[in-house]
């Protein structure tokens, strides 16, 4: 039975997105934002119909064209001829999923009546959406000012009958996925091209999807942490409540407290400890997990104003008898953070690497490499390797792209956010995080079989989960294998509600 999501104006969290997203809910305007958007429209119209002054993008021309007056007879031409000039893109294709959320968003906010969209432009949209019609889109392109110009140009292509989409696993043209579902091509009517490219949906839309995943991994940090520091009998101390009271950061605390909890009813953590301390990596878990939690809240907190927010230019507001040319199209906020993102979710695979690192250095009576025989056998002395090279992957992608910017449009567009670039990117940091995650869970599942006590109940339920797809390593084998298994096993991982931080030890792993 189809379920929809009705559009109307109430703000939109990150669980929102994520149910309508991950549920495959199809969506559907409400009453009243078709009459915004009817409004807007009417109201658009009315102008050109009264008035002859120049409004930007609408019968004038666009960036350092601006003082170009354009003809009215021309003014439908000029919107189809700048989604057409604006195609460029250049570099791999968008992942689906990236798709996908770049047509919601980009219908969220078109639906909130500022925008002069037609009605039936903003239903094909829906269209699309909900029959999984992807159009193919570029990666690279966007200076992250005007809007995502270029990759919003290719969302927008198809419902033109031009440009290509994916459809069932197959490529169609923009024309031939019309005629298949017996769908009209949009004409383009005035500003409706702008209100098309101007946006930061491509931004926004990788900013999502970024999060989703980012939001598992610190959680599977924690844990992951957890599982190392047993496995090399490391102390607990450093998580008592009193250390994080006079230091209060909130993903200090709310780290703090998860590991305790983990490790409750573990019998390793209890035993006697011949060390008086551990190293940075074991012992700061709460400083260092802590700080990229509360990092990753600002980033989410951005990203969701903007998801929420109308980001085309020029702004429509029938009822106070304005048209507005102005700047919600800069993707500054989304740049700075998405680099942020970057950089919190680097350092977790930064420490991750560290915990790894010591697990396999035979120190506390665990073998050198985590293997029997070591010298005949390598063990998992080269998967630290791999590790490292992501690690140092991670640091060189996230150098800010938001401290740069590059003049464009004959000066018109001088400072540019380059928001799109620090979005991909983010999304290259996290894949590997998780890679750096999984060769830990490798490494740290490994040393805990050289243990006699019992880690907690709550650790015990993931080994054993995790030891149905990757079984111990009793002599070197291709560990390629086994690292690849790794990281899809934290894929398959699906935890109810997961929440950044989940402090219920009965959470059970679901494969």
Known sequence: METFHIINNDFLSLNDLWHIFSTHQKLKLSPANKNKVKKARQFLD???????????GINTGFG????????????NLLQENLVKSHACGIGNPVPHDIVKLMLLLKILSLSKGHSGIQLTTLELLIKFYNHDILPVIYQQGSLGASGDLVPLAHLSLPLMGEGQVFYKGKIYSGHDILKKFGWNKIHLQAKEGLALLNGTQFMSAYGVYNLFIAQKLL???????????????????PFDTLVQEV?????????????????????????????VQDPYSFRCVPQVHGASKDAVQYVSKTIINEVNAVTDNPLIFPDENKIISGGNFHGQPLALALDMLAIAMSEIANISERRTYQLISGKRDLPAFLVNNPGLNSG???PQYASASAVSQNKQLSTPASVDSI??????????????????????????????????????SQALDFRKHKTSSFLQSLIKAYRSQVPFIEEDRILQKD?????????????????????????????
């Open 46 to 56: 009315h102008k050109l119909q009264s008035s002859d002054r120049p409004i930007y």
């Open 64 to 75: 350092a064209l601006h003082n170009i007056k354009i003809d009215e007879t021309q003014i």
């Open 219 to 237: 959680y599977l940090a924690d844990v992951l942490a957890a599982l190392s520091l047993d496995a090399f009998d490391g102390r607990i101390e």
């Open 247 to 275: 230091r209060p950061h909130k993903g200090q605390i709310e780290t703090a407290a998860f590991i305790r909890d983990i490790l409750e009813d573990s019998e390793l953590i209890k035993q006697p400890k011949k060390h």
């Open 380 to 382: 998992l002395m080269i």
């Open 407 to 444: 003049e464009s449009s004959n000066g018109q567009e001088d400072h540019v956010s380059m928001g799109a670039n620090a979005a991909t990117k983010a999304l290259n940091v996290i894949k590997n995080v998780q890679k750096v995650l999984a060769i830990e869970l490798l490494t740290a």
């Open 483 to 511: 690292i690849a298994k790794s990281v899809e096993f934290i894929d398959q991982l699906n935890f109810d509600n997961l929440p950044v931080i989940q402090t219920d030890n009965e959470i059970q792993f679901d494969l």
